[in-house]
């Protein structure tokens, strides 16, 4: 099993990106899928949640900017990340607890995707 995140980049504030993060391999389920960040110096964060039921949560930081959704077809996760703020320069990561065609359980991470947001 594999998690690719994509999308990162640079944009100024105010702007707007939004990260991919698609699981492929021998996958029978997935259960969560998360965004989390880790900025330089900081301990990696929870950005963003949504369960297999479709139920999100999100940190106080990004609420009202940010919205996560998934699309179980492609077992993908999104993170639209809008308003940016200086302060969400991060490299993000996907992180989900999935179960394998083998019925193990386990959580991925994906390889990490550098958001930088300056003028």
């Known amino acids: 099993v594999q998690l690719q995140a994509s999308g990162g980049g640079l944009v100024q504030p105010g702007g707007s990106l939004r990260l991919s993060c698609a699981a492929s391999?021998?996958?029978?389920?997935?259960?969560?899928m998360d965004w989390y960040r880790q900025a330089p110096g900081k301990e990696r964060e929870l950005v963003a949640r949504?369960?297999?039921?479709?139920?999100?949560n999100y940190a106080d930081s990004v609420k009202g900017r940010f919205t996560i959704s998934r699309d179980n077809a492609k077992n993908t996760v999104y993170l639209q990340m809008n308003s940016l703020k200086p302060e969400d320069t991060a490299v993000y990561y996907c992180?989900?607890?999935?179960?394998?065609?083998?019925?193990?359980?386990?959580?991925?991470w994906g390889q990490g995707t550098l958001v930088t947001v300056s003028s």
């Open positions: 992180r989900t607890i999935l179960t394998t065609t083998a019925r193990s359980t386990r959580i991925y």
């Open positions: 391999g021998s996958i029978f389920s997935i259960n969560v």
């Open positions: 949504v369960t297999s039921g479709g139920s999100t």
